[in-house]
């Protein structure tokens, strides 16, 4: 695993990020204050459950949503307030690629592997077709793809070779932070634990920065430096892998844990504790106004203190924590039973 230098700048930065998604009184916020820094060299875990705003953050990071307060930074560079003609350019350029799930699905069945990895090359204006042609096979042969499948479509090639395909279309543009969708959720064992291991190396060997929207948690344990718990549009928790899964310091991310297969530590709660004993109730009045802790309504161990929002404080080195009772949750959790119901302390 990679640490960031010590000083050195991120390569991404989302700042103060805000993202509403609809108009009038269908409007929903999506993403509130997220902030968010990844380095080079660096693999982020982004979790959380569905509707938690994973996939837009990814998109925002892309430009293809526009954050209604806030900014981000690539490379220093504030990519979010480019407007037409500079933000096709970076488009254009690739600095940043967004990998979804079976990403192939969408495309025309009659192009082929070939095709298909030349495509940011085509759109950027490469106009040398021998050097669009051997950039395309360098691609498929740092994801472990030969020759053989230059003339194959889609529909002809397995699932973890078109996942390995919708990598090597991302690698063939360069690119500087490869952003990757629930890449391994559709694949077998043997697909999943190589496109991991696949991305283990990339990271390495191209000091790429990568980012990985994941419900699974365990695919995250061997090859993430960080954890970033997203819940309701917040970033509630953001710390080293390694510490975050043996020692988890907000509810919630103590809750996926115990909610998921195991991931190599032993489960100090199980999920009974830490839920409320009456999930249909919203507990102390002030818990269900706008300004609240957005899990007070979920957590078990709030009180009056979470009637307001937590901000995201730092509690170690780079691990940061959003939750008025990341010190006293524990403690009640041990102490609480499922019959005993919620423990309101004040």
Known sequence: ???????????????????????????????????????????VGLVGETGSGKTTLARTVVGLVTPRQGRILLDGLPISALRRRARRAERRGGHVQLVFQDPLRSLDPDLTVAEIVAEGLTIRGEADRGQIRRRVTAALDRVGLDATVLERTPGQISGGQRQR????????????????????????????????????????SLGLAIVIISHDLSSLAGIADRIVVLYRGRIVEDGPVERVFATPRHPYTALLMASGPSIGHDRPFSPQQLRRAEPNSPGPAQLAGPGACVFAARCPFAGEVCATQPALTTIGERWSVACHRSDQWEALAQSATHQEGPAHAR
């Open 1 to 43: 695993m990679t640490a960031a230098p010590a000083g050195a700048p991120p390569l991404l930065a989302v700042e103060s990020v805000d993202v509403t998604l609809g108009r009038g009184w269908r409007a929903n916020q999506v993403l509130s204050g997220v902030d968010l820094d990844v380095w080079p060299g660096e693999i």
């Open 165 to 204: 395909v919708s990598i090597a279309r991302a690698l063939a543009v360069e690119p500087q932070l490869l952003i990757c969708d629930e890449p391994v959720s559709a694949l077998d064992a043997s697909s999943r634990n190589y496109v991991l291991r696949l991305l283990d190396e990339l990271r390495t």
